[in-house]
């Protein structure tokens, strides 16, 4: 299974900015993807994550009401919409997808040692 991550880059605080991550080699149907952050002052950080069958997804602060995360079923990618962007939001963003047994609880896989394939990231910097 890969993950590639992209549309990442630089923008200014309050601007947007959608990530995408096309994932191949395997199947989405009963996973989790998710999202995560981070910097070199923090541990990685989760974003939100997607149901791929059934299309919900999660997405707690700081992200909440400013991140949307949604999926291209015809092209195997999941996107994350970022609005109100904040300086603090600069980090590596990655993708990744949970094992089966993470997406098959009935809480939310948001944990890293949840996910077991990750994406390289793409680099997300928010000036003042």
């Known amino acids: 299974v890969q993950l590639q991550a992209s549309g990442g880059g630089l923008v200014q605080a309050g601007g947007s900015l959608r990530l995408s991550c096309v994932v191949s080699?395997?199947?989405?149907?009963?996973?989790?993807l998710g999202w995560f952050r981070q910097t070199s002052q923090k541990e990685r950080e989760f974003v939100g994550a997607?149901?791929?069958?059934?299309?919900?997804?999660y997405v707690p602060s700081p992200g909440k009401g400013r991140f949307t995360i949604s999926k291209d079923d015809s092209k195997n990618t999941m996107y994350l919409q970022m609005t109100s962007l904040e300086p603090e939001d600069t980090a590596l963003y990655y993708c990744?997808?949970?094992?089966?047994?993470?997406?098959?609880?009935?809480?939310?896989?948001?944990?890293?040692?949840?996910?077991?394939?990750w994406g390289q990231g793409t680099r997300v910097t928010v000036s003042q």
């Open positions: 990744a997808r949970a094992s089966l047994e993470a997406s098959s609880r009935y809480w939310w896989a948001q944990r890293p040692d949840d996910f077991e394939y």
């Open positions: 080699g395997g199947t989405l149907t009963n996973y989790i």
């Open positions: 997607l149901n791929w069958r059934s299309g919900t997804t």
